[in-house]
């Protein structure tokens, strides 16, 4: 009856996913349909919404408003609770929350929660009851105002999204999440990290522009994530369009907010040397918090500018403050901070036994990202094979902030279709844990030279096909071996270093400094040929023909490997057998 | 993945280098390093498939391949198949108002169901197949004549509100009631054949989805949303179609206005048939439906049941007061029996209790006489009136019991001194009671 395939229609509604960055400071939602992703705005036109919530006399709100309550009603604002979802209180780390609504213990320390007055205070002004949230509740009532945020934009019901997490989010943390996401009515299908994230949005964004080709490179990339109180940097290696984390680092304290109090700090003297009798408005909280919201307004103002003003109203003690602060006033108050992004960077390429020669690109993300100097101080300090992805470095880099909610919308709209125990599956272990190369393949050119074929850290299985010119013709040795990468370090005048800089005239002043004293060291990479696989002759080969070799790595690893001539007959075809001990690790 | 082209130069073979079949196998590769990929992006979702099915990349470029090109054959089967009827094909344009449209497009077994997208389609092949330029090539002088018919076709199922007029009418759509006779044939019959019927006047409904017929397990529920959504069904069908149409040359205004009149006028009719003849039907499903019937006689079974109930309740409520009062009856008249009885039995023995008392009294005269009234010797009659005057008061002083006791001492007694013992304790068992003064019966004592 008609009756009963309705009820049937109700229980397989339609899946709308939404891609959606939960940030510690921001959040956004993003949603993918025909191919575009979108990244949505909320009511009040945020596509930033600050993670926070406020009870002001019964009322609810959350974002920019929410944000605002800061200075007015701080104790009743609950910010900065995502990184305090899932732990136990004597894990927690409350300081970002200073300003706001402090943590306190709950369910005998296996939780956290908040004491806000969420009821209306009664009329004669009697302290109403006050109610302790507990952070899962908290994020429960975020994810449900983005829902309906996204709902209304959409103009359909959201009830599914893929969820971004930092890399080190426990699974506790996850389970914890996702449980907050089920009471806000949305059907978790996904926890991606937020490097991966944000390179999945950058990686089908450069599909779209050069569509070309179909299969994305080969490539190192290194995601930083730099949010408003933490960053956190992955180091990961792209293989066909399949990413592996190699490594990631964390940085718990630096982020946004290192800058802003920077501008905080400089604020403030300049306020004490205006109005010498004034009080130090850093010890009043009121003040202090006028003086945050302002600094991190100016800095993205900076980001932006070359110049940005702060303009507060009654800073302390009745007294207007205003004070125009310039981009490089601003780096090189931050030199320390700034600098110290870079070198959480490289850290994390060291962590991952990688030279900062074989990062290839470096992705940022998050808001921090929009700094300019972080970006600028990445590309001197990579080399130039490194591409740094920023809005200061490359003008088709797409939004920073947006990067992690973008690539989470992309995820949902691959997945959506599945059912949700496929996804599970898919995510398993069995799955996902793979037998990737320690070395790369390549062919042995001319006398000691190596061509990559496959890459090192690619996983296994994988096929790769590679065509080599050969000019001569005759008979040729196609010789597999694996690669040894090396950086040789030589020294050289500085003459093409000055050649470079001249393009940047501004940033590298310091630079010239270091370099005219010494020579200039030049890293290279270097590839030697090592253990050889095998051997293949093909006779005959055509004046400028092509060879074409197909290296097939099979998941137990062994290797074969067909080398014909393009347009030529027949070809050879042979396998390397699969190491004995060589066999663990396989998952299938 | 797309090849890799590198620009380095391969050595050339060595002139003493030989394998057998070309290929040397010489080492291994080197132990893997086990990590875990990251599970998003589209090239993961491939991986996975690969790796959970065990296909090699060949195998599952194979299967991805055929999967798609399953879907675009899919897409174009169907609407190509059907036959066209040579008499169709024959048709004058001009007659279009009695052309199927749906036949014409070869879409008769969509009818109102084709989307509009298979109507487009079915229109693009129409016009690949009958276009007149291609006939013309073709050598066959058949003229235009089933091209117009199927663009005129396209017109009116591309307009939605054409569309609706001509589905109002399209006969090719009705569905026949079924007759009486076959509905009985089989008991299922009456879901088989009515249920298509239903299935087709529901297309009319402005109310979707439309309740269907069901079975007969359906519940009493859904059988009577369905009479109910039936009986009070709201249709869009009209019959603008069916106008007649004025000739054009004639621009004569009251005739187009008379005609318009005369065409709404039988649209209207034709409406009230139409509803009328949709009430007729349904109320002869309901005639014919075994369901309602059952539906029925469970309702009229419990309904039964419950008076029943209801009527013993009251009955044995009835008995049971009628014992009650019978009973209570029977009590009062036993009590007033016995009430009655005991008053006689007090009213005998009261008599008996006198009349003893009467004798005893005499006995106790006659005693005082046979004493000689307490004198010795003869008793003057002023001795024997105050004797006799003292034996009354003592009498009267005396109780019943008390007359008995001691006419009973006094019965037979002629002793003189015995007699007036008796009285003499009599009377002083009177004093100790305070009756009777001392020295109130002077005879006596």
């Known amino acids: ?588 | 993945m797309a090849t890799i082209q590198l620009s380095a130069t391969l050595p050339s073979l060595p002139t003493d280098w030989t394998a057998e079949k070309d290929f040397k196998s010489i080492s291994r590769v080197t132990q893997p390093t086990a990590r875990s990929l990251e599970p998003v992006g589209p090239h993961f979702l491939a991986h996975a498939r690969r790796k959970r099915h065990h296909r090699t990349f060949s195998e599952d470029e194979r299967i991805q391949a055929e999967s798609s090109v399953k879907k675009t054959e899919d897409e174009d089967a169907g609407e190509i198949s059907e036959d066209e009827d040579p008499v169709m094909l024959q048709r004058e344009a001009k007659d279009w108002k009695h052309q199927d449209h749906y036949a014409v497009m070869g879409l008769s077994k969509y009818r109102w169901r084709a989307t509009e997208e298979q109507i487009k389609r079915a229109h693009r092949k129409k016009v690949l197949r009958h276009h007149p330029d291609k006939k013309a090539a073709s050598g066959k002088e058949e003229g235009d004549q089933f091209f117009k018919c199927i663009q005129r076709a396209n017109d009116i199922l591309m307009d939605p509100v054409k569309r609706r007029q001509f589905d109002s009418v399209d006969e090719g759509a009705e569905k026949e009631p079924p007759a009486k006779k076959d509905v009985s044939k089989k008991p299922g019959n009456f879901y088989k054949l009515w249920g298509p019927v239903f299935e087709a006047e529901g297309r009319f409904s402005k109310r979707q989805p439309v309740p269907q017929l069901g079975n007969d397990k359906s519940t009493r529920e859904e059988v009577e949303q369905f009479y109910n959504f039936w009986f009070d069904f709201d249709s869009w069908r009209s019959f603008e179609y069916l106008d007649e149409e004025v000739p054009d040359d004639s621009a004569d205004r009251a005739q187009l206005r008379h005609q318009e009149r005369k065409n709404n006028n039988a649209r209207k009719k034709r409406k009230v048939e139409d509803t009328t003849r949709l009430r007729q039907l349904v109320e002869s499903v309901m005639a014919q439906d075994d369901r309602i019937r059952k539906f029925k006689q469970e309702a009229s079974k419990q309904k039964n049941a419950k008076k029943n109930e209801r009527e013993a309740a009251e009955k044995a409520a009835k008995e049971e007061a009628q014992r009650k009062k019978e009973e209570d009856e029977r009590l009062a008249k036993e009590k007033a029996e016995a009430e009655k009885a005991t008053k006689e039995e007090g009213k005998k023995a009261k008599e008996a209790a006198k009349n003893a008392a009467k004798k005893n009294k005499r006995t106790i005269r006659g005693a005082v006489k046979e004493a000689g009234y307490f004198v010795d010797g003869n008793a003057g009659p002023k001795e024997i009136d105050a004797a006799l005057n003292d034996v009354d008061a003592l009498i009267a002083k005396m109780e019943n019991e008390e007359l008995g006791v001691v006419a009973s001492k006094l019965q037979g007694n002629s002793d003189k001194a015995a007699i007036k013992g008796v009285f003499q304790e009599q009377v002083t068992s009177l004093v100790a009671a305070g009756k009777v003064k001392e020295g109130e019966l002077k005879s006596l004592s």
Request: aromatic share 4%; hydrophobic share 35%; net charge negative.
């Open chain 1, 1 to 588: 009856m008609t009756s009963e395939s309705a009820i049937d229609d109700t229980q397989y509604p339609q899946r709308t996913a939404i891609g959606l960055s939960f940030g510690n400071s921001y959040s956004s939602i993003a949603h993918t349909a025909d191919g575009k992703t979108e990244v949505i705005a909320n009511e009040e036109g945020d596509r930033q919404i600050p993670s926070i919530l406020s009870y002001v006399s019964g009322e609810e709100f959350q974002g920019t408003q929410a944000k605002a309550q800061i200075v007015r009603n701080p104790r009743n604002t609950i910010a900065y609770f995502r990184d305090l979802l899932g732990k136990e209180f004597k894990d927690v780390d409350p300081s970002p929350c200073h300003a706001s609504a402090h943590p306190v213990e709950s369910s005998e320390g296996k939780g956290v929660a908040f004491v806000v007055q969420e009821k209306e205070v009664a009329e004669d002004g009697e302290e109403g009851e006050k109610s302790t949230l507990t952070v899962a509740e908290v994020t429960t009532r975020h994810l449900r105002k983005l829902k309906e945020s996204a709902s209304d934009y959409l103009g359909k019901d959201v009830n599914a999204a893929v969820i971004t997490v930092p890399s080190d989010f426990t699974d506790a943390q996850k389970s914890t999440l996702s449980e907050s996401a089920s009471k806000a009515g949305i059907e978790l299908l996904q926890f991606i990290t937020e490097p991966i994230s944000a390179l999945l949005a950058y990686d089908a964004k450069q599909q779209l522009t050069d569509s070309g080709s179909s299969a994305p490179q080969d490539k190192i990339v290194l995601v930083a994530d730099l949010g408003g109180t933490r960053s956190d940097v992955a180091v990961i290696a792209s293989r066909g369009g399949i990413y592996t984390t190699l490594a990631t680092a964390h940085d718990y304290e630096l982020g946004g907010s290192s800058l802003d109090k920077i501008l905080i700090e400089h604020a403030a003297k300049e306020f004490q040397k205006k109005n010498k009798s004034a009080s130090d408005p850093r010890k009043n909280e009121r003040s202090l918090a006028k003086l945050t919201l302002e600094a991190e307004a100016v800095k993205k103002a900076l980001s932006l500018g070359a110049t940005a003003s702060f303009s507060i109203e009654s800073l302390g003690d009745g007294i207007d403050f205003n004070l125009t602060v310039n981009r490089s006033r601003f780096e090189l108050l931050g030199n320390k901070v700034l600098m110290s992004f870079t070198r959480l960077i490289e850290s994390a390429v060291q962590k991952a036994d990688l030279d900062i020669l074989d990062v290839d690109e470096i992705l940022l993300s998050g808001g921090t990202s929009h700094t300019p100097k972080i970006a600028s101080n990445l590309q001197s300090h990579f080399p130039e094979s490194a591409v740094v992805i920023a809005p200061a470095t490359s003008a088709t880099a797409i939004n920073p902030s947006e990067l992690a909610a973008r690539g989470a919308a992309i995820q949902a709209s691959l997945i959506s279709g599945f059912e949700v125990e496929e996804i599970g599956a898919s995510t398993e272990a069995v799955v996902t844990v793979t037998p990737h190369l320690t070395h790369a393949i390549g062919l042995v050119t001319g006398e000691e030279g190596f061509a990559v074929i496959v890459p090192a850290e690619t996983p296994a299985p994988v096929r790769r096909t590679a065509q080599i010119v050969v000019k001569a013709g005759g008979d040729v040795l196609v010789r597999l071996a694996e690669g040894v990468r090396e950086i040789s370090v030589r020294t050289e005048d500085k003459a093409t270093t000055n050649g470079n800089a001249k393009k940047d005239a501004d940033e590298d002043e310091d630079e010239d400094d270091d370099s005219d004293d010494e020579p200039e060291e030049v890293r290279e990479k270097v590839w030697k040929a090592g253990k050889v696989l095998a051997e293949a002759g093909i006779r005959g080969v055509k004046k400028g023909g092509k060879v074409e070799v197909q290296v097939n790595v099979a998941a137990d690893l062994s290797v074969t490997v067909v080398c014909r001539e393009v347009g030529g007959k027949g070809g050879v075809r042979g396998t390397v057998p699969a190491g004995k001990a060589e066999q663990n690790g396989n998952a299938s």
